[in-house]
């Protein structure tokens, strides 16, 4: 298994509050994404990293913001939690162009 | 609007019967697709992928098939494991590092 560690497994905040979610990788992997999971929906991409430093917008990125300070660990930060971006997330990582991407066991996250 | 679509929300096979699963594509430019397998409370996993240069690649039990000019590509499993009950999810890519999801069918291997 690629060595990914999403943390925490589970959180339960209030409406407003900010949350962060890490993931943390030993890959030395370049490339590292987040994902939220819906129903219905598959998983939809929030932002992604190329690089240390280098992040860029998915096609959920409102209200979401990435950091990347080292290659390996890649935060998620909900500025203001709101109702709607409870789900589950799922970090992942690649090697590069046409790679798989592997993915870590999920934070789910509840706003209430 | 959603560029991978998986029209079949579950499937129910007999062990050691076939499993096929479908998904349809809508933009041309994806190049690089993959099948993920995902049990409840974990990530999904990797099972295979194929680029747009071939229209066949088989790994054990698991092929994929794809069809460029119907944008459609299939998973078959054979034979069909109880531990293959489980969600399956079709991706693409346009060669951009990101990936789009279908939004899965759920596969049920009766004993």
């Known amino acids: 298994d690629a060595g990914i560690t999403q943390s925490p497994r589970h959180k339960v905040t209030e409406t407003g509050t900010p949350v962060t979610l890490r993931c943390h990788q030993t890959?030395?992997?370049?490339?590292m994404y987040w994902y939220r999971q819906d129903p219905g929906h598959g998983l939809r991409l929030i932002h992604y990293?190329?690089?240390?430093?280098?992040?860029d917008k998915g096609e959920v990125s409102d209200g979401y913001s990435v950091s990347r300070s080292k290659t390996e660990d890649f935060l998620l930060t909900l500025e203001s939690a709101t109702s709607s971006q409870t789900s589950v997330y799922f970090c992942?990582?690649?090697?590069?162009?046409?790679?798989?991407?592997?993915f870590g066991d999920g934070t789910r996250l509840s706003i209430l | 609007d959603q560029q991978v679509k998986q029209n079949s929300p579950s499937l129910s096979v007999q062990e050691g019967r076939i499993s096929i699963l479908n998904c349809d594509y809508t933009?041309?430019?994806?190049?690089?697709f993959l099948w993920y397998k995902k049990y409840p409370a974990e990530g999904p996993t990797f099972l295979i992928s194929?680029?747009?240069?071939?229209d066949k690649n088989e790994d054990g039990r698991f092929t994929v098939f794809l069809n460029k000019s119907a944008k459609h590509l299939s998973l078959h499993i054979v034979p069909s494991q109880p531990g293959d009950s489980a969600v399956y999810f079709c991706?693409?890519?346009?060669?951009?590092?990101?990936?789009?999801f279908g939004a899965g069918t759920t596969v049920t291997v009766r004993a």
């Open positions: 890959e030395n992997h370049r490339y």
């Open positions: 991706a693409a890519s346009a060669g951009d590092y990101k990936l789009s």
């Open positions: 990293s190329y690089g240390v430093k280098d992040t």
């Open positions: 992942a990582i690649s090697e590069g162009q046409y790679q798989p991407q592997h």
């Open positions: 194929i680029s747009s240069i071939k």
């Open positions: 933009n041309s430019m994806f190049d690089y």
